[in-house]
């Protein structure tokens, strides 16, 4: 199930902004490799992706049949169970109705409705509520914004091992408002977070082995973390791990599995990644070179932000059939993302 998502942007950490695991956020953009040099490391932005924290998988004879309901898209089903279900005290069935009424699943939308759900789940103990629960209170859903309740529900859920409330509250241990500052909590946070398996905390964690920010720099300890958020799917994650894994920075170099990140990253829409893929394929780093896909991969990095002189030029040097076909499959790459939807 999904979050609910407010964007609630926490502070700018490495040069660019941690925000809390059900926002969006962009991909920040590292330091450019030197002209027909090895790409080095560049210095970190992290920034997460929206995460999903999802209710609790339902055990045998609990909320088992509405959430199977509901993970087959039969909302009105699962809302109709889970309403029977909560009328006995079924605390799961309660967060299930919170999610329902939160995203107008099988009824009117109803912030209201869902935040009386998450908050009876709450009382009872569910932790999933609790985090859905502090989510309305800290983007001000169904009534005034309340930051020090959502501190307050955070902190409860993440006691109970919910690894997105463990990561948010991390992020409010680096802002240093509600809490003192504190690089060493936070770590402590984004550990227990990375260990429930939050993609976003992994990559935060890992950035603070890298830049040695409240745990002791371990670049090998950062690359462990990197390659577990990518491996969950994590953009961010996956670049700075590619990065990793080119130069061999607290992992064995291994260039061309790199490039097959980067190439990850830059379909999902990474400018970095289009950028770095897009300087790999020119031949200049040891790597084949494909100055079609060159081209086509620059003009992709140049169109969300990520400008290249150098590769401006490599484009020029071209042939026009070639920088004529980059720029087709471009254009073609482009053009779905920039249609209008109804």
Not at 144 to 169: C, F, I, N
Not at 288 to 309: F, M, V
């Amino acid at each position: 199930m999904s979050a609910v998502r407010p964007v609630i942007v926490l502070l700018a950490v490495f040069g660019s902004a941690l925000r809390f695991t059900d926002a969006s956020a962009q991909t920040p953009q590292p330091a450019p490799p030197a002209a027909k040099q090895p790409a080095p490391a560049p210095k970190p932005k992290p920034a997460t992706t929206a995460g999903q924290a999802a209710l609790p998988s339902a055990s045998a004879g609990n909320v088992d049949e509405a959430f199977g309901a509901y993970q087959r898209g039969y909302f009105l089903t699962a809302f109709n169970i889970a309403t029977r279900r909560a009328q006995s005290n079924d605390v799961k069935a309660m967060t299930l109705l919170g999610e329902l009424y939160a995203n107008g699943l099988g009824v009117a939308q109803d912030d209201k409705k869902a935040a009386e759900w998450y908050k009876l789940a709450a009382e009872r103990g569910d932790r999933e509520a609790m985090f859905q629960l502090a989510m309305f209170r800290f983007s001000g859903r169904s009534g005034p914004r309340d930051q020090a309740g959502g501190v307050a529900l955070l902190t409860k859920a993440a006691k109970l091992g919910h690894g997105a409330a463990s990561y948010d509250l991390g992020l409010l241990y680096l802002e240093g408002e509600q809490f003192p500052k504190d690089f060493a909590r936070a770590a402590e946070l984004f550990l227990a977070a990375a260990r429930a398996g939050t993609s976003e905390a992994q990559f935060a964690l890992a950035m603070l082995y890298k830049e040695g920010r409240g745990v002791a720099k371990d670049a090998r300890e950062a690359a462990r973390w990197l390659a577990a958020g990518a491996l969950a799917g994590n953009t961010d994650a996956t670049v700075e791990y590619a990065i990793a894994l080119f130069n061999g920075t607290g992992v064995p170099k291994d260039q061309s599995a790199a490039t097959e990140l980067f190439l990850k990253a830059a379909r999902r829409g990474s400018p970095i990644a289009q950028d770095r893929l897009a300087r790999i394929l020119t031949g200049d780093y040891g790597q084949p070179a494909d100055p079609g896909e060159a081209i086509k991969w620059h003009l992709i990095a140049k169109s969300n932000g990520a400008a290249n002189p150098e590769l401006d030029n490599y484009m020029q040097r071209q042939n026009p059939e070639i920088r004529s076909a980059a720029e087709k499959a471009a254009n073609a790459w482009l053009l779905p993302m920039a249609r209008p939807h109804s």
